[in-house]
């Protein structure tokens, strides 16, 4: 028996839409993909890559995970950034964050989640280092949405110092890095103004020779 039927009647209209709209699109593209973006972003359902940005299958490569973040262990978004960079050779990264994001929210009150909590850890430490610009903010929701900003802007420093994107420009691979965030509430994007495109850019110890 088929479960969750809806989903598999919702995915046949889907396909069929776009095959009549565009003939032959899905065998065109399953023959490769040549996205120029990868997306980094937050797996919050609300938060829907391809569709906040109008583009089709095979435009944009994507990760998710809570709170959209660039661990430095964490080898599944290196691995990811790694195929989209050296393989795809996207020219953007782009990091996005949202308002209102919950991990973003967990992480900054002291509850005990159990095992999330070793993930949320890497925004506590980012609570603390830019403590004295949020004490600056007493409301709690302006707190948060200031968090959620500053996380992104950590996370793009992040996929900076990475081997791989500083290898890229070290090869004259034209690559960008841009830090956005999105609003929940009305579906509208903002660009935080901290895109990066080389080396000289990025903090001095993180730089590599
Ligand atoms: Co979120």
Same mark, same amino acid.
């Given at each position: 028996?088929?479960? $969750?039927?809806?989903?598999? @009647? ?40 391809? %569709?906040?940005?109008? $583009?089709?299958?095979?435009? +944009? ?13 964490? $080898? ?11 393989? $795809? ?26 095992? +999330? @909590?070793?993930?949320? =850890?890497?925004?506590? @430490?980012?609570?603390?280092? =830019? ?22 802007? %950590?996370? &793009?420093?992040? &996929? ?13 691979? @034209? ?35």
């Amino acid at each position: 028996m088929r479960v $969750l039927k809806d989903l598999f @009647d919702k995915n046949e209209i889907w396909a069929e839409k776009i095959e009549a709209a565009d003939p032959g699109f899905f065998a065109a593209l399953s023959k490769q993909q040549t996205p120029d973006y990868l997306w980094i972003g937050c797996s919050d359902s609300r938060v829907p890559a391809n %569709e906040i940005v109008g $583009l089709m299958p095979g435009e +944009i490569f994507v990760h998710r995970n809570i709170a959209n973040l660039v661990v430095h262990t964490d $080898l599944n978004c290196l691995s990811v950034i790694q195929f989209a960079v050296e393989v $795809l050779k996207v020219k953007h990264i782009i990091v996005c964050g949202h308002y209102g994001c919950g991990g973003i929210k967990a992480a900054m009150e002291n509850g005990e989640h159990g095992l +999330i @909590d070793n993930w949320l =850890r890497n925004i506590k @430490d980012i609570h603390r280092f =830019r403590q004295a610009e949020l004490d600056f903010v007493q409301d709690p929701k302006k707190k948060l949405d200031l968090m959620c900003e500053l996380n992104v802007v %950590e996370q &793009v420093s992040n &996929v900076c110092h990475t081997t791989i994107v500083q290898n890229a420009w070290k090869n004259k691979q @034209d690559l960008s890095i841009h830090g956005w965030i999105y609003d929940i509430a009305d579906g509208r994007l903002k660009d935080l103004d901290v895109c990066i495109t080389q080396a000289d850019e990025i903090a001095e110890t993180h730089r590599l020779k």
